[in-house]
C-alpha cells in the first residue's frame, strides 16, 4: 500500500486472493496530509504497486527509448489493477485523475473516477497482451507503459 500512496500506513488488510499467478488484496489505510503548496493545495500521487507489472518486466525494458531493434519477452500475458477510494468532500478536490483509455495491440491501460456520497474512487487498470512483442510492437507497449507513469493520471489535489 505504502508503494501506491507514499506514506500510507495499512491499518488493515483483506487478501481476497493469493496465488503465484494471482493476487488480489483490500488495505484500509492511515495517511499524514502532505504538505500544502503555496496556494494550500495537497498532492497525492497514486503510484504503481511494489511487485507489479513494472518489476517483472525485463531488465532492458527502458521507456526513453523510442525505439528497439530487439524484441521484448514479456512472461506472459499481465493485468494489474489498483483502485484507491478516499473520503474527500467535492468542495476540497482541487484535481482529479481524468478518465481516459488507450488500447492498442499491446494492451490497454484505463483510468476512471467515479464520486459517490463523498467518496472518490479512483482504478487505474494495466492489462498487456504478453508473450513476444517485436520490435515494431514495441511503441505499442511503451506506450502504455508510459500512461502508467503520466504523473496527470496519478495525481490528486485537495485543498
Not at 9 to 19: D, S
Not at 47 to 70: E, F, K, W
Request: charged letters at 25%; one cysteine or more; proline letters at 6%.
Amino acid at each position: 500500500a505504502g508503494s501506491v500512496l507514499h506514506n500510507a500506513e495499512v491499518t488493515g488488510y483483506n487478501p481476497e486472493v493469493f496465488e503465484k499467478t494471482h493476487v488480489a488484496a483490500g488495505f484500509e489505510f492511515t495517511m499524514k496530509k502532505a504538505e500544502p503548496d503555496k496556494n494550500g493545495r495537497s498532492g497525492y500521487a497514486i503510484g504503481n504497486p511494489l511487485g507489479g507489472i513494472a518489476c517483472v518486466l525485463p531488465a532492458d525494458v527502458h521507456l526513453y527509448h523510442a525505439q528497439r531493434t530487439s524484441p521484448v519477452m514479456l512472461p506472459g500475458a499481465m493485468s494489474q489493477m489498483v483502485r484507491v477510494r478516499i473520503k474527500a468532500c467535492k468542495k476540497s478536490l482541487v484535481h482529479l485523475p481524468e478518465a481516459r483509455t488507450v488500447e492498442n495491440e499491446a494492451g490497454s491501460f484505463t483510468v476512471t473516477v467515479e464520486m459517490k456520497d463523498g467518496w472518490v474512487t479512483i482504478e487505474r487498470k494495466l492489462t498487456l497482451a504478453g508473450g513476444k512483442v517485436e520490435p515494431e510492437g514495441w511503441p505499442h507497449l511503451r506506450a502504455l507503459l508510459l500512461e502508467t507513469e503520466d504523473q496527470a493520471g496519478q495525481t490528486l489535489l485537495i485543498k
